[in-house]
């Protein structure tokens, strides 16, 4: 018999805000152990929670980047189960009235395109840590998570195998990403799914028994507990080598195999209901549509018009809409100078590399597009030479103050000269410095010629342009 | 008998004692219970800034009956509060009888400072929901506890109630600045009052007289004063405990005895930690509510029960509104009779769940009531003003 994959994801992804979701403690990931924290998100009794504007904003933009539609009263309730991660235990989450509802999200794969339907977006506030010392039989919570918002995308059973999920997971990351929702990070926890599955025979209507894999944070595991489960469930149901039972189960990817953590029976009563501590929250047509004029175009719409309307190449277009700070830094800069070829190679090869040489990702490109922009029309102008361009672009990766491209030149020699008498002058004093070279060059040895050009080079600090000192030199050696 | 669960040295006068579901951060803060004995907390209540700018003295912490939950002050942890005759008082309540202090500052959660006010004659005002910061106090029934004020004259209570009146950042709930002025600035209109008749059957004949005799005071000044029939209004005494204890339950879920707090000392896993940490340091009503409320809360019941809450909360508010668009206050008792003693407890655990047919109209709709007089007067949003008039004329009329 053959049999199909239900899958439905529920995608939990940290926000890009400063502050946690109910007090002014840093969201920021890492820090010293419980170095963000304050009465409020530790707990204590007499702090109330403020929502975070902000959070709301990115929950919205979010909603409208799935296509779902927006909840104008949106409300906050409360989850209550205890485990000693959760100081108040409970959480603050939204059950009745979330932001977003009903979205669609189209990926592609190797079967074709297809719809995933949003069942609903809601915001709301991520645990603490446990960190569990073994040589002293201990455990330890860190609360610097505590209250870092978090929204959880609830899919519908619409996916059917691990590279349809995969696909999912990497629209979601794209579209969240370009909207500056979430740096959506699988291994620093900023991105992580629950995958419910079942299994049934093929065309049947009915669900098979539904199994939730949880906390699961990268694609690799993700993919081999899928097949794991769906082997397994197809095993149980032909062979009868164990009974389906609607649980949780915890992946071991080391192990490469899953474990029930917990049934139905034993699953938690939580208790949601209304906070009263949080007015509903009324989303008027300036908030919505203010947050509707701020969503950027779809990454892949960009991506046609570099195509189309820029005549970049398909393989610069795919390099630049792959981030953000990337498409910002290209538009800006385009726009100041006019050629996007020359700003793509600029971004592509120079920017790329002196990130690659920092450590850094294409999303933490903090530079600014129109400086960018000046500096490669001072380039292309032939006022600044390439060389001495690239130090300048160095120094705008590392100055603290902005850079101004052209100042920059002026104060530190870079701006190529007119002066033929300067020329000249080098040339006359390389050349009588070096017969040998000049001889070898005479004898038919080309190569020879580099060197004096090279120290002319250097003595004029490159600020000529190399065509022009190339054609003089020839001249005077001719001329000896 | 412990009145002061903390006390001051060398206070000034004038003189304010806060109950001890207040936080402060100089002094301990119990909220009645051992879960919380000793506890410091890290910052102080927003109220306390203004009543220290407003020149008033912290004479200490007053003994409360356990997360404020009770009617007739008998779950403190501390202690039961008596009167001289030994009847069931509450420590604010004698503490401004005596003179010890000026005015007492409470938290309203489900109306015992209006008991205690209207058995010690005194005067008491629970605000307009929102008009005043709730930033650190002890959560227990948030969406109708309201920090309150009691005094033995009408100008004092409005005083001090005037001085910690006004928006907060801290709270989520509080109002925006001008309508919490509206408090202060909104003029007094005293026509015409009515007597809840359905809310009146059951009281002792001490209370009737006490209601008598601020129906003849306000008469002789010339209000009209009428007596009505609305049945709508005992519902609120089945809606506020269910709401009451379900938002309890969950507030006092964060004292698992990890943090802060209450720890047993006997445990080996982290549930038995948290069961008898919780078992050990929960006095009964506290217990019985958690019970009540987390049944209430779940899934089975969250619809039938407390979702019906909700509405009969709208109910309630709505046969206010029809009522106050008649008329200024509503008068109603603040409770069957004034004296409770040890005894009558023991007998019947239910009387503080029970004596709410009184107090819970009030906290479920959070309008302002005004106890003078030994009875309780119910205004719509922001007149206080019109009820302090009433307790004025009241006052006078003694």
Redesign the interface.
Known sequence: MRYETVIGLEVHVELATESKIFCSCSAKFGGEQNDHVC?AC??????????NKHVVDLGMTAGMMLNCDINRTTTFD?K?Y?Y?DL????QTTQWFAPVAVNGLVDIETSKGKKSIRIKQIHMEEDAGKLVHDDWTDTSL?DFNRTSVPLIEIVSQPDLSSAEEVIAYLERLRSLLRFAKVSDCRMEQGSMRCDVNLSVRPEGSDKLGVRTEMKNMNSLTAITRAIEYEVARHIDAIENGTEELVQETRRWDDVKGKSYAMRNKETAG?Y????D????PVVIDDAWYNGIKASLPEFPEIKRARYIDELGLTEYDADLLTASRAFCDCFEAAYEVCGSAKEVANWLISDCMNILNRKQMTVDELKLDGKTLGELIKLCMDGKVNRGNAKKILMEMFDSETPIDPAAYAEANGFIVSNDTGKMDEVIKAAVAADPKAVADFKGGKEKALLAIFGKCMKELKGNCDPQKLREALLKHIDSL | MKLYLAKNENVTSPAVVLDDMILTSDLPTTGGSMMLDNYMSLFGADIIEKLTKAGYAIAGKANVGEFGIDLVGETSYYGAVTDDKGNLSSASAELVKSGDVLAAIGLDVNGAGRRAAAMNGLVYVKPTYGTVSRYGTIPAACSGETVSVSAKTVSDCKAVLASIVGHDDKDGTSLPEEKCELVKTSAASLKKVAVIKSLTKDIDADTAAKLDAVKASLTAAGVTVEEIDCDVLAYAKTAWGILMCAELCNNVSRYDGVKYGHRSENYKTIGELYTNSRTEAFGELTKTAILYGSETLSDDNYMPVYDKSLRIRRVIIEAFASLHAEYDAVIIPASSKAAYTEADINANKYISFDEALYTAPASISGLPSVVAGGVQLIGKAFSENTLFEAAKIIEEGK
Do not use: Q, T
Request: aromatic residues 14%; charged residues 10%.
């Open positions: 009465p530790c707990g204590m009794p007499g702090m109330l929670p403020v929502v409360k209550s205890y000693p100081p108040c235990s409970y919570v009563d208790r949601y209901f209304p009263p501590n949080i007015m």
